[in-house]
């Protein structure tokens, strides 16, 4: 079983950051890749910002040079810093794992932390 533990939302006002953090435990094998995505009311969910086996994080264009991604693999944990928010990143932000164990390879979600961007 794996569990997610995600944290780091809540309400900012526009311009300012945010750090949401992810950890992911139980039995796990091998992550192969992780990533946050975010789902707005009424919209899809899209990938926010993706690290997989390169190191070199990939961004969604809507917050390419504002947000920052880095992982810890020793602790199985990904951060995300968030800065210059603005009103249309508020959403449910969802952390993603690709978790490989003896058995299976899969995908994984956590229950996501909500982020709001407001005056």
């Known amino acids: 079983q794996v569990q997610f533990m995600e944290s780091g939302g809540g309400l900012v006002q526009p311009g300012g950051s945010l750090r949401l953090s992810c950890k992911v435990s139980?039995?796990?094998?091998?992550?192969?890749?992780m990533a946050w995505y975010r789902q707005a009311p009424g919209l899809e969910r899209e990938l926010v910002a993706y690290?997989?086996?390169?190191?070199?994080?990939i961004y969604s264009d809507s917050v390419k040079g504002r947000f920052i991604l880095s992982r810890d693999n020793a602790n199985n944990m990904l951060l995300l810093r968030m800065n210059s928010l603005k009103p249309e990143d508020t959403a449910v932000y969802l952390c993603y794992a690709d978790i490989e164990d003896s058995l299976s390879r899969g995908d994984y979600w956590g229950q996501g932390t909500q982020v709001t961007v407001s005056s």
């Open positions: 139980g039995s796990i094998g091998r992550i192969h890749a």
């Open positions: 690290i997989g086996k390169n190191p070199t994080p």
